[in-house]
């Protein structure tokens, strides 16, 4: 007899202490992660950091050296990728190249068994949600690329699978296309309430889908968090600077406070929201490009104000960037709304500074 899974509509996985090594690499390292019933998670990490290995986990066609992976409280470690039972969209299209659109939809709900009229049924759901009508008795290679995604997203939720696992689906489309795919995805979301898995290494990619984002490592899950709060309050270096440009800037001196934190940097005070509870002596003042701001005189009367030069000023439309050099040579990057700044002149002394609490402190080095 086998276990029958995936049958409620949204599924909520749990995994603990996952590790893979394959030979004497490890993959994935300790990894524990909830993923709640009907979240919208992107695992969000460089190539190689082992964001697919934990999704072929997830997807059971990869077995785990170590750890537990739960379902709706069930322990599915063990379980065939079969009887689990989820969708899955890949890079490659994997379309079956001699059926049409609708015989593609078609074939999960046929090797499931459905009856005819149920499968009729949905299939042309599908076909409607997703925007092919019209293209039905087409093969494959007769649709774009972007067209053919939408087959495989159709494919993969025509049995409304509990879980969908989608691994860097559109990262062949271009810039226009995978924008549009994106919304598409988001709005299958939330309109079939289904959980949804998708590895990307794209940033900007997972912060406009998810509601949670899990940043990976060399095979280790760093942050996990909503895009905002890993965005706005990264607990490391790695986390910082692959979500987006940051500036660091070395403090000495350091006087924690609370909330607050204090140090030097180049005989000027700085001060930042300190949110992690424990930091070494070294640390770093951490703000992006988009808080800080751009004067001829200090905005904040005695602190976060930098004497600055303008070494380079970059037009790209709603805003400019201006990359700066500090009195020590520091490099600073900030960008300002266009229609809110009059330009700054080239090699012109201007004043950089930002409210506190847009600052942060990172740790000196990266602790992982
Ligand atoms: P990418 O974005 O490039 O797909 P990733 O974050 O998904 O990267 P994984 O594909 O999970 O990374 O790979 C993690 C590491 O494990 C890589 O160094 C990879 O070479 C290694 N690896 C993955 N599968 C195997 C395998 N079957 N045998 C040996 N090493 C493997």
Redesign the pocket.
Known sequence: QRMQLGDAKAAEIKAVSIGKT??A?R?LKDLSLDIGRGEFLTLL??????????LMILAGFTAPSEGRLMMDGKDITDVPAEDRSYGMVFQGYALFPHLTVEQNIAFPLKVRGRSSADIKRRVGEMVERVGLTGHEKKLPTKLSGGQQQRVALARALAFEPSVLLLD?PFSALDKNLREMMQEEVKRLHQETGTTFVF?T?DQSEALALSSRVAI?NH?ELLQVGRPQDVYERPENRFVAEFLGEINLLPLDALRLDGDKAAGQFEDRTIVLSQTRPQIGPKAVAAVRPEHMTIAAIPQNAGHNAIACWIEDATYLGAVTKYHLKTRSGTSIAVSMPTAATAPFAHRSDVWVSWPTEQGFLLPHQNET
């Open positions: 394959f030979g690499f993959a990490g460089p190539s190689g950091s082992g964001k697919t290995t934990f860097e590895v290494h990976f095979g």
